[in-house]
């Protein structure tokens, strides 16, 4: 059974970080996708950040390349995501997520914009207040 847990939201003020975690376990995912993705009540789910994890190959959304960083741990089947220079707009719940089907970094790239990965975290809560 896969299964994926999030840890590290919290809470910050403007301009300051947090670091995300995600650890998987049940499936190796040392050739696959995975990424963050976050939610506010009342809108769509976004792709934040994904990784292809055989060779590191990353995506970003827009509104996060340069502030947010994304990385990964083959060792610990973990994924991370670096968060500075946060923004009120940041706030929502983050999400990991993986794919099983390895369809290389291009459907990595797909991905973060069609959010469709096969398992998801229970998310963690990032507020940012200004």
């Known amino acids: 059974q896969v299964q994926l847990v999030e840890s590290g939201g919290g809470s910050a003020q403007a301009g300051g970080s947090l670091r995300l975690s995600c650890a998987a376990s049940?499936?190796?995912?040392?050739?696959?996708?995975m990424g963050w993705f976050r939610q506010v009540p009342g809108k769509e789910r976004e792709g934040v950040a994904t990784?292809?994890?055989?060779?590191?190959?990353?995506y970003y959304t827009d509104s996060v390349k340069g502030r947010f960083t994304i990385t990964q741990d083959n060792a610990k089947n973990s994924v991370y995501l670096q968060m500075d220079s946060l923004k009120v707009e940041d706030t929502a719940m983050y999400y990991c997520?993986?794919?099983?089907?390895?369809?290389?970094?291009?459907?990595?790239?797909?991905?973060?914009?069609?959010?469709?990965?096969?398992?998801w975290g229970n998310g963690t809560l990032v507020t940012v207040s200004s």
């Open positions: 990784i292809y994890t055989l060779g590191g190959h990353t």
């Open positions: 997520a993986a794919e099983t089907w390895d369809g290389g970094s291009w459907y990595c790239d797909r991905l973060l914009r069609e959010p469709g990965m096969d398992y």
């Open positions: 049940g499936y190796t995912f040392d050739s696959n996708c």
